[in-house]
Protein backbone atom coordinates (compact mmCIF):
# COMPACT_ATOMS: atom_id res chain seq x y z
CA UNK A 1 0.00 0.00 0.00
CA UNK A 2 1.10 3.47 -0.87
CA UNK A 3 1.18 5.83 2.00
CA UNK A 4 1.10 8.50 -0.02
CA UNK A 5 -1.32 8.31 -2.09
CA UNK A 6 -3.45 7.08 0.95
CA UNK A 7 -2.76 10.19 2.59
CA UNK A 8 -3.49 12.42 -0.39
CA UNK A 9 -6.99 11.09 -0.80
CA UNK A 10 -7.70 11.52 2.44
CA UNK A 11 -6.78 15.12 2.77
CA UNK A 12 -8.60 15.12 -0.41
CA UNK A 13 -11.89 13.22 1.24
CA UNK A 14 -11.66 15.70 4.18
CA UNK A 15 -11.63 19.24 1.88
CA UNK A 16 -14.95 17.81 0.02
CA UNK A 17 -16.40 17.08 3.57
CA UNK A 18 -14.95 20.48 4.74
CA UNK A 19 -16.00 22.15 2.00
CA UNK A 20 -19.97 20.29 1.90
CA UNK A 21 -20.02 21.31 6.05
CA UNK A 22 -19.33 24.97 4.94
CA UNK A 23 -22.24 24.96 2.04
CA UNK A 24 -24.79 23.46 4.18
CA UNK A 25 -24.17 25.73 7.28
CA UNK A 26 -24.19 28.18 4.60
CA UNK A 27 -27.65 27.78 3.26
CA UNK A 28 -29.08 27.24 7.16
CA UNK A 29 -27.75 30.54 8.16
CA UNK A 30 -29.42 31.87 5.08
CA UNK A 31 -32.74 29.68 6.04
CA UNK A 32 -32.93 31.34 9.47
CA UNK A 33 -32.49 34.51 8.37
CA UNK A 34 -34.92 34.32 6.27
CA UNK A 35 -37.56 33.27 9.68
CA UNK A 36 -35.77 36.14 11.20
CA UNK A 37 -37.19 38.52 8.25
CA UNK A 38 -40.42 36.64 8.08
CA UNK A 39 -40.70 36.93 12.05
CA UNK A 40 -40.02 40.97 11.97
CA UNK A 41 -42.44 41.69 9.27
CA UNK A 42 -45.02 39.45 10.99
CA UNK A 43 -44.68 41.93 13.98
CA UNK A 44 -44.81 44.65 11.51
CA UNK A 45 -48.24 43.81 10.43
CA UNK A 46 -49.41 43.05 14.02
CA UNK A 47 -48.55 46.90 15.44
CA UNK A 48 -50.06 47.89 12.40
CA UNK A 49 -53.26 46.09 12.78
CA UNK A 50 -53.55 47.14 16.46
CA UNK A 51 -52.81 50.88 15.56
CA UNK A 52 -55.65 50.31 13.34
CA UNK A 53 -57.85 49.00 16.02
CA UNK A 54 -56.95 51.40 18.38
CA UNK A 55 -57.92 54.28 15.73
CA UNK A 56 -61.37 52.56 15.08
CA UNK A 57 -62.07 51.95 19.15
CA UNK A 58 -61.07 56.07 19.58
CA UNK A 59 -63.63 57.10 16.74
CA UNK A 60 -66.28 54.80 18.03
CA UNK A 61 -65.95 56.43 21.54
CA UNK A 62 -65.92 60.21 19.50
CA UNK A 63 -69.42 58.68 17.66
CA UNK A 64 -70.34 57.64 21.25
CA UNK A 65 -69.52 60.49 23.27
CA UNK A 66 -71.30 62.86 20.74
CA UNK A 67 -74.49 60.86 20.61
CA UNK A 68 -74.27 61.55 24.66
CA UNK A 69 -74.36 65.05 24.32
CA UNK A 70 -77.45 65.24 21.21
Known amino acids: MDHKKYAMGMKHRIAILSIA ?3 A ?3 VTAMSGCGV ?3 MEKVDDAKQAKKQAEDVQ ?3 EKKL ?3 QED
Open 21 to 23: ACV
Open 25 to 27: LSG
Open 37 to 39: RMG
Open 58 to 60: KNL
Open 65 to 67: DQG
